[in-house]
């Protein structure tokens, strides 16, 4: 089975500018949630979807907006970028249910804002 | 509130030392789950271990184990005869029972020099 992937691995853009960013779970999860990690915040929980719903979600700004597709694919957007959104953008997928599943994650993407 | 800490932030070992790892975490939930997971230079976490809130049986797997003590909060990881491949960054982590969301510790970069 695939593991879950991510798009692109790198990203470099600059102030005021917006991103989106793209997740694909492991078939048959329909759990996707996004991180965003730094090095002076760590790992913090962005949002979760399930079902093309958004189910969860953690203490970001409103710059900061996803989505869920039919096929479970996960779409991350952070418009007007700021310098202290440079991170490495971590999504997870896990299966239907919310209270056991481990969540799998994928390599990341590491966006730089300049 | 749920908090995850790592008071450890770095840990260097020579091989085949055995280290401990050590994770305490803060929830009033009665049903709770706890993860290691393991991030290694590349970036992606990867899934090590899960412990439901009613199950404190340690476990073992190979040169890993894991010490779960409701009593003191503390779900601690042990690498006996620590490899160079080891050396990763190592995150504990909270999930409430009903929520599918992550509370990251801040996790413990182990350094295992040859």
């Known amino acids: 089975k695939a593991g879950v992937t991510q798009t692109p691995r790198y990203l470099i853009k600059t102030r005021g500018q917006q991103v989106t960013l793209s997740c694909s779970p492991i078939?048959?999860?329909?759990?996707v949630s996004w991180y965003q990690q730094t090095p002076g915040q760590g790992l913090q929980f962005l949002f979760e979807?399930?079902?093309?719903?958004?189910?969860n979600k953690g203490n970001f700004p409103g710059r900061f907006s996803g989505r869920q597709f039919s096929n479970s694919r996960s779409e991350m957007n952070v418009s007007t970028l700021e310098l202290g959104d440079s991170a490495l953008y971590l999504c997870?997928?896990?299966?239907?249910?919310?209270?056991?599943?481990?969540?799998?994650f994928g390599p990341g993407t590491r966006l730089t804002v300049l | 509130a749920q908090k995850v800490t790592q008071a450890q932030t770095e840990i260097s070992v020579v091989e085949k030392e055995d280290v401990t790892l050590d994770c305490v975490y803060e929830?009033?939930?009665?049903?709770?789950?706890l993860f290691w997971y393991k991030q290694p230079p590349s970036g992606e976490l990867v899934f090590l271990i899960r412990?439901?809130?009613?199950?404190?049986q340690n476990e073992i797997s190979g040169r890993y184990s894991w010490n779960f003590q409701k009593s003191t909060s503390s779900f601690n990881f042990t690498i006996t005869a620590s490899q160079v491949v080891d050396s990763a960054v190592y995150f504990c982590?909270?999930?409430?029972?009903?929520?599918?969301?992550?509370?990251f510790g801040s996790g413990t970069k182990l350094n295992v020099k040859p």
């Open positions: 997870a997928s896990s299966q239907e249910g919310e209270t056991y599943n481990e969540q799998f």
């Open positions: 979807y399930f079902s093309e719903t958004q189910r």
């Open positions: 078939s048959g999860h329909r759990s």
């Open positions: 929830t009033r939930d009665t049903t709770y789950y």
């Open positions: 982590a909270l999930k409430r029972g009903n929520f599918n969301k992550f509370y």
């Open positions: 412990r439901n809130s009613f199950d404190e």
